[in-house]
Antibody
Framework: EVQLVESGGGLVKPGGSLRLSCAASGFTFSSYSMNWVRQAPGKGLEWVSSISSSSSYIYYADSVKGRFTISRDNAKNSLYLQMNSLRAEDTAVYYC?????????????????WGRGTLVTVSS | AIRMTQSPSSFSASTGDRVTITCRASQGISSYLAWYQQKPGKAPKLLIYAASTLQSGVPSRFSGSGSGTDFTLTISCLQSEDFATYYCQQYYSYPGTFGQGTKVEIK
C-alpha cells in the first residue's frame, strides 16, 4: 500500500526540540521530492519545508528558517524534520506530503499523497 | 506571496445538492491550482490539480474550472461522504499557498 506514516510528535516546552519522522512505503521514495505541511488547531494549511529527491535542494518557510532542519534517508525510505527553539505558534499537526513529480530534484509544488499527521504541542 | 481567498468560509447543504466553492488568487496563476478535501482528524486528499484535472480515483461528481485569478470547485450531487472542508492551493509560485478553507456542513 502506498502510504506515509508520521511519528515523533508530542508535548514539548517552549525552547525545546523535537524530531519528526515520516516512513514511506509502497512507492520509490528516492524518486520524489518531499515536504512538511502543518496545520494549527482549527486553522488552515501552511507549507513548512521541502527537500528534493537527492537532498540537493532544500527550502523553508520564513517562519521556521534557522530553527527547523529537513532531511531524508533514501536507504531507509524516511523523511525527517528536526525542530529546535520551538515556540507556542509551532503547535500544529505536522503532515508529511509527497510532490507528484518524479523529475530528479524538481517540484510541481502540489501534494498528491499525505500522511495522517503527528501532533506537536508547544506549551509550558 | 500570492494570497488565496475562498468563499464562502462555510455553508450548509443537503445530500443531492449541487454545490460550488470559489477560490480567488491575488494575482494571475494560470491554471496552477489544486483542490483538497479534508475530513476531521484526517489528512488532506488531493481532488483536482491543474485547475480541472481529476486526481485518479476521485469521483466524477467533483469538477474544477477557472484560470487566471478565479476558480471554482463543483460537486454535482452532494453525497454524505462529501461533508468536509475543502482547500484550494496555488502552485504557480513557490512554495504554494493555501486558501483558508470552506467547510461544507449538513443542513
Amino acid at each position: 500500500e502506498v502510504q506515509l506514516v508520521e511519528s515523533g510528535g508530542g508535548l514539548v516546552k517552549p525552547g525545546g526540540s523535537l524530531r519528526l519522522s515520516c516512513a514511506a512505503s509502497g512507492f520509490t521514495f528516492s524518486s520524489y521530492s518531499m515536504n512538511w505541511v502543518r496545520q494549527a488547531p482549527g486553522k488552515g494549511l501552511e507549507w513548512v519545508s521541502s527537500i528534493s529527491s537527492s537532498s540537493s535542494y532544500i527550502y523553508y518557510a520564513d517562519s521556521v528558517k534557522g530553527r527547523f532542519t529537513i532531511s531524508r534517508d533514501n536507504a531507509k525510505n524516511s523523511l525527517y524534520l528536526q525542530m529546535n527553539s520551538l515556540r507556542a505558534e509551532d503547535t500544529a499537526v505536522y503532515y508529511c506530503a509527497r510532490d507528484p513529480t518524479t523529475v530528479t530534484n524538481s517540484w510541481v509544488w502540489y501534494f498528491d499523497l499525505w500522511g495522517r499527521g503527528t501532533l506537536v504541542t508547544v506549551s509550558s | 506571496a500570492i494570497r488565496m481567498t475562498q468563499s464562502p468560509s462555510s455553508f450548509s447543504a443537503s445530500t443531492g445538492d449541487r454545490v460550488t466553492i470559489t477560490c480567488r488568487a491575488s494575482q494571475g496563476i494560470s491554471s496552477y491550482l489544486a483542490w483538497y478535501q479534508q475530513k476531521p482528524g484526517k489528512a488532506p486528499k488531493l481532488l483536482i490539480y491543474a485547475a480541472s484535472t481529476l486526481q485518479s480515483g476521485v469521483p466524477s461528481r467533483f469538477s474544477g474550472s477557472g484560470s487566471g485569478t478565479d476558480f471554482t470547485l463543483t460537486i454535482s450531487c452532494l453525497q454524505s461522504e462529501d461533508f468536509a472542508t475543502y482547500y484550494c492551493q496555488q502552485y504557480y509560485s513557490y512554495p504554494g499557498t493555501f486558501g483558508q478553507g470552506t467547510k461544507v456542513e449538513i443542513k
